[in-house]
T-cell receptor
């Protein structure tokens, strides 16, 4: 299995531009999570989906952030317009809730820099 | 509110044993997980405890005391490659699975 796939791996953009991050979960996993990691705030859950349906988006910082999961093998996280404070590493993770404490498999992350 | 407390950094020497503690306060508790993250990498799952007691996986063990809202990760026979950040995470009860809340992480440095 290829694991969770994220693209792009690095993104540098200017303030005000739209940014779209992409994720392909592990086949067969029915949970998908988007996290953001910064030195100051640590690893924060932004939103998660179960069977393509958003379950909890309470971590989404504001209306500039949106996430979709149109099918079981693809999800996007969009930031529009982007701001310098959005600079962070964004991780996508997937899981299947069978034993092992809802073990989450993380993708390699997208390092976003907004100038 | 929800909170997880773990030390920000720990230093140990190769071959030693180190314990990383985690105390938590959450509105609903399902279990405690541990994740490892090397610098520049992604978090990877290490262990999970839903019941009180010790779970052993090779050189790593994890312990949970639900009554004390406390757990720890024990790393034995430390190796240089164990230098990484270690996160405890609480699985909260909730609709359709709940969610994981991560601690701030403990940076472990293993010295020769």
């Amino acid at each position: 299995d290829a694991g969770v796939i994220q693209s792009p791996r690095h993104e540098v953009t200017e303030m005000g531009q739209e940014v779209t991050l992409r994720c392909k979960p592990i086949s067969g996993h029915d949970y998908l999570f988007w996290y953001r990691q910064t030195m100051m705030r640590g690893l924060e859950l932004l939103i998660y989906f179960n069977n393509n349906v958003p379950i909890d988006d309470s971590g989404m910082p504001e209306d500039r952030f949106s996430a979709k999961m149109p099918n079981a093998s693809f999800s996007t996280l969009k930031i529009q317009p982007s701001e310098p404070r959005d600079s962070a590493v964004y991780f996508c993770a997937s899981s299947i809730d069978i034993g092992r404490g809802w073990e989450q498999y993380f993708g390699p992350g997208t390092r976003l820099t907004v100038t | 509110g929800q909170s997880l407390e773990q030390p920000s950094e720990v230093t140990a020497v190769e071959g030693a044993i180190v314990q990383i503690n985690c105390t938590y306060q959450t509105s609903g508790f399902y279990g405690l997980s541990w994740y490892q993250q090397h610098d520049g990498g992604a978090p990877t799952f290490l262990s999970y405890n839903a019941l009180d007691g010790l779970e052993e996986t090779g050189r790593f063990s994890s312990f949970l005391s639900r009554s004390d809202s406390y757990g720890y990760l024990l790393l034995q026979e430390l190796q240089m490659k164990d230098s990484a950040s270690y996160f405890c995470a609480v699985r909260e009860l909730g609709n359709q699975g709940g969610k994981l809340i991560f601690g701030q992480g403990t940076e472990l440095s293993v010295k020769p």
